[in-house]
Each structure stands twice: as structure tokens, then as C-alpha cells.
């Protein structure tokens, strides 16, 4: 036992003589939390627009003013070409461009269906669809004003012709707010960057070194060397840990519904897999560098799967098969659920399994190399 | 500087020097080359971001058949699938938290009666999971007229005269994914992987004290920085040739515009990023606290800031300034637009010029940076 506190002592005196490295654990990675946090919205606002209007009549000058009056949409200009139009795409001064027929008004003022043509630039597939669609939502507005200002002047009252009233509440996120999903996701994969990569960076500093062969020839045993490296990087991972999560409360005001001892569970759970990770990565690497690409490599994989920005349901069925194997899929989980829906170790109980799981598979893996190496 | 103070000689000599080292230290070449692609791969097939099949539960009290025709309507929109009829859902939370539903759409037990009888609209309340903004959205926006549409149909009336909307989606007409992810990972690989080679080799000789020896020995510091630069232009060309590569044949990613222009820009941008790597190695003293550099400003706020995934113009004000400084910002604007657009210098020449000022900028910095060394 003694030994491994000296262990923990001389990795502990490793990073204060580093105060850099110390700046650079809390730093940047806080920076990130703050600047991500805002930058990561996947709402899209602002789509700007230009618009040609053959029609030029009062009801199609009507319909610009909507959307000029519209949040969503940052109204660039009126032009009498369609040609401006394209030019102005290509060029990526707009993304959508309105074409209004001239037959707009006349048929519209007449009570018939009439078409309006839409120019999308294409290379940002996800929000063009999402502009398509607020620029459906915003000219049926458009019409239903229209069709109930006509039966009001004929004294019927639209409400009547209508037969279902559809109200949506939005639960566990009222105001649809995507730091309130991304921050704790962020949490997440932060604290598996930092574990992994200082555990790893450690132990194979000291191969670099030489030191590494130095301490095994010592009457410690591998496994007090293990734990001796690690405990300090829990000790950082549970102060990271506890920190984002004050910024992500205080700050992002985002709320904590759930249960805080599930949560501190569930992250040692974690933590052992990203640790083993780490392990692992310097029993495999001979450099520093070699340690930061590995891990850089393995952590794409696990962000890009972990449903972060891509929803696992919408993945191919192989793809949802191999996320299974990925802890961070797992906590992300679990800390969203916690923090938003005020879910309970009754309702986790499964993920929280899944991810023990790994985690003893990964540190188990991890150990057992080490001791080959040791021996 | 004086012309005749470079000598080619030299250059040759540390460019050797330099080539000896990336090949001894081949698992890291390795990573280099295949990375890029495997990030290909993974991309290629994770990455679709249109919702499709959204669990959804349907709460009928009363069992009646116009909710079922309704029900019928909701399960054969793309966006829903509907998991089941539930006779009452008290705990709304708690069927959110077992069921994993998106959204409970509830009807009252005398729906039928309203819906037949006129005067007062029946209400259908939609409880939607609002964690994911994306997805809530999306509900929210689709629920309403969806089922406006299902209750018109099932009593037969007719909708009021209204505007088509005729989309045209151009560049990438059939909204391939693919058209989307290769400019975007080019972006990211592209900066990433010459600012962390230049960094590492350069931190990599302080904290073995040769680059003292160098800086000792007749090299000057812009000998130094073209001698190790080139090594790294050649491995970062290799990297990006063997995506469009990958992105052409695999994924039929084809260039709309002139290669030569396309070639260009890259160049430019690689210059930019190995110009950053040279900074970051004249401020950091270990590889570790180079990487700690490296990882934040390249990759992630490319990531992040070029507007790749998460569109610029919804950020806050402050984000879009910090975007607008971001080299992959323009660099973006040019990929795309010569790839997808097929647009050539007279629409992209701005966000060449910014792009090629940075490189400059970064460049008459290091030098300044290194010379201070001596």
C-alpha cells in the first residue's frame, strides 16, 4: 500500500513540475467548453435569401414582407434577374433564392393555387432541407392568413372550417435549446480525451526515458504500478468532471434533473475504459507521438458513433451494431438522460451494465498486457 | 533576405535529413496515410443526417377509428413509426424514459364526436422529447400539418387554395451525403495533420536538444523552415490526393471545376497549416504540449467554426468573428465552390487572397519566432 502512495506522490510531483502542462489540462479544454458550447447549434437561423419577383403585385410584396420580417430567414435583396440569383449562389452570398411567377398575384388574389419556385444551394445537405422546410411552414402561414382574411370578410370565422387543433409541448427542453443536448455530450468526450491521453502520455514518457524498465526491476509489482499511475488521473478526471459540470449548470444554466450519485457511479464506470485506453495505446506505442495518434484515432471513432451529432437510430443497422462496443455511446447517454429527463439508476440500468462491461474488458485487456511487457 | 543567402545545398541536406525521420518512423506513417481514408469510410457510411423513423406513441383513450385512420396516416410519413396505441399514458415522463419515444401524439376520449360535429376544432396534443433541438424541431414543425392533412382527407374536404412550392436543389441535386463530408474532411485532414508534423518534429529536436545544433550550424532559420517543410508539403499532398482519390471512385465525388484551381488552393491551405504548426512549435516546449496546441485550434475548430457541420450564420455574433478568422472558413468556400459549384477564380478569389494573407502572415511569424531563438 505504501508503495503505491509514493507512486501517486511521484506522478502527482510530475505535473507540478510541469506548470504548463498544468495550464494546458483546465485551459483549453474550458475555452473549448465555452466556445463549442455556443458555436455547436445545430438550428439553422439566418438562411439568407434574395428574391426576384415577377409578379410585383400586392400580394406577392405582401409575401416578401413576411419573410423579411422572419427570423429564420436574413433577407440579402430584391433583384429583377434570375441570373443575380444564380450568381449570387455560386458565389455563397445566399443560400436560398425566391422566384415569384407573374402570374403569382393574379391567381392567388383569384382564390386558385399558384407556384412558387425555389433555387437551393445544395452543399450543405442538411440545412437546405431544413431552410425548404421553414420556407414551407412560412408560405402556408402566408396562405392560411390569406384564406382566413377572405372568410372573415364573408363573416365565417376560419376556426369553424378547421377540424383538429394540434398543440405541441416540448418536454425536457422547452425552449429546444441545443447547448442544453451538446454540453453534457461535450462533458463526455472531454473527460475521455484527458484520461486517456495523460495516463498514456505518462507511461510512455517513462519508456521513453528509460525509467519504465527502472521501476518494474523495483519490488513493486505491475498491478501496484498500474493503479499507482492511474489514481492520479482519476483524481483529474473526477476535479474535470465536477468542474464542466459547474460551468454547464452555472453557466450554460442547464439543469440538473437526475440523480448526482448514478452520475458519479456511471462515471467510474467511464473513466475505466478510457483509462484502459490509454493504457493500452502506451503498451502499443514506443513515442509520445505514436500515443497521441492512437488515441486521436480511436477517440474520431468513438465521437463520430456515439451519437454526438448523428443519432445512432439513423445509422445503418451494421454501423448501431458496432456502437454497442463504444462506452462513449453509452455515457452520452446517460448523462443526457440524467441531466435533462431526471433519469434514475431504474431507468439506466442497462447502459450503466453495457459500459461496466466494457470498461472491465478494456482495463482487463490492458492490465494483461502490461504484465506481459512487465515480465 | 538576399538571394544568394539560401542554398540549395543545404536544403537538399536537412530535406534528406527529414525524409530518414518520417521513415524510421514508419507505424506513424502508417496512421498518417490510412487515416484519412479509414475517416472516409466512417463518414461515408455514418453520416446521414435526414431523420427518418422517429418512434412515436399514440395515447386514444376512446379507440375510435377516425384516430386509427389518423395513426394509419402518421405511420406512413417517412418521419414517423408509430410503436403503438396505448389506451392512457398517466406518467408522460416515465413512458418517455422506458419506451425511448420521440413523441406521444394524445387524443381526447371524445375526439370523434368533435371532429364529426363541427364548430370547436378537436384538440390533438403532441408531447414531444425536445433533448435533441434537431429532432423537436422537426416534430414540431411536421405534426401540425401532417395530421390537418390526415383529419381533411378522412371527412373529405377539400384544402383551401394554397402555394406549391417547387424546390430546386442545386449543386448536389439528389442530396448525396458524400458531396457533403469529402470537401469537409479534406478541411479538416488537410490542416490537422501538417500543423501537428511540422510541430512534433520541430519539439521533437528541442526536447532532444538537437535543434540547438542546428541553429548552431551554418542553416539560417528560413533554411531550416523550407528544409522542414517540404518533407511535410509532400506527405500532406499525398493525404489529400488519396481522398479525392478515395472520394472519386468509391463514393463518386467527381471535381465540377479546374483541377488545376483545386490543386492550387490546397496548396495554399497546406502552406497555412505548416506555417501554424511552426508557431505552435516555437511556443510549446514538448511534443505533449504541442499536441495539447495542435488538437484544439486545428482540428476542432475546424470542426466546429467552418461552418463543415454547424452552419455559420446561426452562431452568435462573437462565434462568427472567431469563425472569420478560422483558414478552414475559406477554405471551405473554395473547396466547395470549385468541386460542387464548379466555380472558378473569378467568383473565389477572395477567399483565396484571405487565405493566402494568412499563410504569409503565418510564415513572416514563425521566421520572426525562430530567429529570436538564436
Known amino acids: 500500500m505504501r508503495s503505491i502512495f509514493t507512486l501517486i506522490w511521484k506522478e502527482f510531483a510530475h505535473i507540478k513540475a510541469d506548470p504548463l502542462m498544468v495550464r494546458l489540462i483546465f485551459f483549453p479544454v474550458l475555452v473549448q467548453l465555452f466556445v463549442i458550447g455556443y458555436a455547436i447549434t445545430t438550428d439553422v437561423k439566418n438562411t439568407p435569401i434574395a428574391v426576384v419577383d415577377y409578379s410585383n403585385t400586392p400580394v406577392s410584396r405582401d409575401l416578401i414582407t413576411h419573410l423579411k420580417y422572419n427570423e429564420l430567414f436574413r433577407f440579402v435583396g430584391l433583384t429583377t434577374d434570375e441570373r443575380h440569383i444564380t450568381t449570387m449562389l455560386d458565389k455563397g452570398e445566399i443560400r436560398v433564392g425566391l422566384v415569384i411567377p407573374p402570374d403569382f398575384g393574379l391567381k392567388i388574389s383569384n382564390n386558385k393555387s399558384s407556384s412558387v419556385y425555389l433555387r437551393i444551394d445544395g452543399e450543405d445537405a442538411n440545412s437546405s432541407q431544413v431552410a425548404v422546410g421553414y420556407m414551407n411552414s412560412v408560405l402556408s402561414r402566408f396562405s392560411l392568413d390569406r384564406v382566413a382574411l377572405i372568410l372573415k370578410s364573408q363573416g365565417m370565422n376560419i376556426e369553424s372550417q378547421i377540424p383538429i387543433k394540434v398543440s405541441p409541448v416540448v418536454m425536457f427542453n422547452p425552449r429546444l435549446d441545443s447547448t442544453w443536448y451538446m454540453i453534457p455530450a461535450l462533458v463526455v468526450i472531454l473527460v475521455a480525451l484527458i484520461t486517456g491521453l495523460l495516463t498514456g502520455l505518462s507511461i510512455v514518457k517513462e519508456k521513453e526515458k528509460g525509467t519504465f524498465e527502472q521501476l518494474l526491476v523495483t519490488p513493486i509489482t505491475p498491478i501496484q504500478l498500474v493503479v499507482g499511475k492511474i489514481i492520479p488521473f482519476v483524481i483529474i478526471g473526477v476535479i474535470e468532471i465536477v468542474a464542466f459540470f459547474a460551468v454547464s449548470l452555472l453557466w450554460f444554466r442547464i439543469p440538473f434533473k437526475g440523480d448526482p450519485v448514478a452520475l458519479f457511479v456511471f462515471a467510474i464506470f467511464y473513466m475505466m475504459s478510457s483509462l484502459g485506453i490509454g493504457i493500452l495505446a502506451s503498451m502499443i506505442a514506443r513515442t509520445s507521438q505514436q500515443v497521441l495518434f492512437l488515441l486521436w484515432f480511436i477517440l474520431i471513432f468513438f465521437i463520430m458513433l456515439s451519437g454526438f451529432f448523428i443519432p445512432i437510430e439513423n445509422m445503418p443497422g451494421w454501423v448501431q451494431i458496432v456502437t454497442a462496443a463504444n462506452p462513449v455511446r453509452f455515457f452520452m447517454f446517460i448523462v443526457r438522460s440524467i441531466l435533462l429527463k431526471g433519469a434514475t439508476f431504474v431507468d439506466l440500468w442497462r447502459e450503466g451494465l453495457a459500459m461496466l462491461f466494457i470498461g472491465i474488458a478494456v482495463f482487463w485487456i490492458a492490465l494483461s498486457s502490461f504484465q506481459r511487457r512487465a515480465s | ?374
Open chain 2, 1 to 374: 533576405m538576399n538571394s544568394h543567402s539560401i542554398s540549395p545545398l543545404r536544403i537538399r541536406a536537412l530535406v534528406i535529413k527529414e525524409t530518414w525521420h518520417i521513415m524510421r518512423d514508419w507505424q506513424t506513417l502508417i496512421i498518417i496515410i490510412a487515416l484519412p481514408v479509414l475517416m472516409m469510410f466512417l463518414y461515408g457510411y455514418a453520416l446521414t443526417l435526414d431523420i427518418s423513423d422517429l418512434p412515436v406513441l399514440i395515447e386514444d383513450p376512446s379507440g375510435s377509428s377516425v384516430v386509427r385512420d389518423i395513426g394509419r396516416n402518421i405511420d406512413a410519413s417517412q418521419t414517423f413509426k408509430v410503436l403503438g396505441y396505448v389506451y392512457s399514458a398517466n406518467n408522460v415522463e416515465e413512458v418517455f424514459k422506458t419506451w425511448h419515444v420521440k413523441a406521444i401524439f394524445r387524443f381526447a376520449p371524445d375526439f370523434d364526436k368533435d371532429v364529426r360535429n363541427g364548430g370547436t376544432p378537436a384538440p390533438i396534443q403532441v408531447l414531444i422529447d425536445g433533448t435533441d433541438p434537431n429532432q423537436g424541431t422537426l416534430i414540431r414543425n411536421l405534426a401540425e400539418p401532417l395530421m390537418q392533412k390526415a383529419a381533411f382527407g378522412i371527412l373529405g374536404i377539400k384544402p383551401q387554395a394554397s402555394i406549391n412550392v417547387v424546390p430546386d436543389v442545386l449543386y448536389n441535386p439528389e442530396q448525396k451525403s458524400s458531396l457533403f463530408f469529402v470537401p469537409g474532411l479534406m478541411a479538416i485532414i488537410l490542416i490537422m495533420i501538417p500543423a501537428m508534423l511540422t510541430s512534433l518534429t520541430l519539439t521533437r529536436e528541442k526536447e532532444l536538444g538537437t535543434l540547438e545544433q542546428l541553429l548552431i550550424s551554418p542553416l539560417k532559420p528560413i533554411e531550416i523552415i523550407i528544409g522542414k517543410i517540404l518533407a511535410y508539403v509532400a506527405i500532406a499532398a499525398i493525404d489529400g490526393g488519396l481522398m479525392l482519390f478515395v472520394g472519386q471512385v468509391w463514393f463518386g465525388v467527381s471535381c465540377a471545376g479546374n483541377y488545376a484551381f483545386l490543386i492550387l488552393s490546397c496548396l495554399v491551405y497546406i502552406l497555412v497549416s505548416l506555417a501554424l504548426g511552426l508557431i505552435f512549435s516555437t511556443v510549446a516546449k514538448t511534443q505533449q504540449q504541442a499536441m495539447l496546441l495542435v488538437i484544439p485550434i486545428t482540428m476542432l475548430s475546424t470542426i466546429m467554426l467552418s461552418g463543415f457541420i454547424f452552419p455559420i450564420a446561426s452562431m452568435p455574433q462573437a462565434l462568427q468573428w472567431l469563425a472569420n478568422i478560422m483558414p478552414a472558413t475559406y477554405f471551405l468556400l473554395l473547396i466547395r465552390g470549385i468541386m460542387l459549384k464548379g466555380v472558378g477564380i473569378v467568383e473565389l478569389w477572395q477567399p483565396l487572397c484571405i487565405l493566402s494573407g494568412m499563410g504569409f502572415l503565418f510564415l513572416i511569424l514563425s521566421i520572426r519566432n525562430l530567429k529570436a531563438k538564436l
